[in-house]
């Protein structure tokens, strides 16, 4: 089994309600829980967040599903570049429409850790592999 890529290692340093440390997290989760290797995953979360600064469910919800997949693709993240473009697009669209684009406020209208990471089940693309990798290390800070 592959070795897991740590918040820390990407230089994320998760904090109780900084949701800029959360989103990123969340992002980077998604790209890791997918059928694609951690360090392509690691270098996909680089380019869009840090070389790119889309690091707000806003300024990532105004990409074009294109510069996404361009995005994806210098980081040779291209296996699944349609799909994953349009799902961050959404995922980010919903972030911003049902919960004011923070993931605290996820967690403060659920009322325990099981009916967050359900609420985290409903974003498209979101599934049992990216939410353990999410709460494998935002879990301390969230609960």
């Known amino acids: 089994m592959a070795r897991s890529i740590t918040a820390s290692e990407l230089g994320i340093e998760l904090k109780p309600l900084d949701d800029s440390s959360l989103f990123k997290w969340f992002i980077a ?64 669209a919903k972030l911003n429409a049902e919960y ?18 359900k609420r985290l089940g409903e974003f498209d693309g979101v599934g049992p592999k990216t939410i353990e990798i999410f709460m494998r290390d935002a879990a301390k800070v969230l609960f």
């Open 29 to 92: 989760s998604f790209l890791m829980g997918k059928r694609i290797q951690a360090p392509i995953a690691a270098q996909a979360y680089r380019e869009i967040v840090e070389e790119q600064g889309r690091d707000t469910p806003r300024k990532l919800q105004h990409c074009t599903s294109r510069e996404l997949v361009s995005m994806l693709g210098r980081a040779h993240y291209v296996r699944y570049d349609e799909s994953t473009a349009q799902r961050l697009l959404d995922l980010s």
């Open 100 to 117: 004011e684009g923070k993931i605290t406020h996820i967690r403060s209208i659920s009322e325990d850790r099981q009916a967050f990471e």
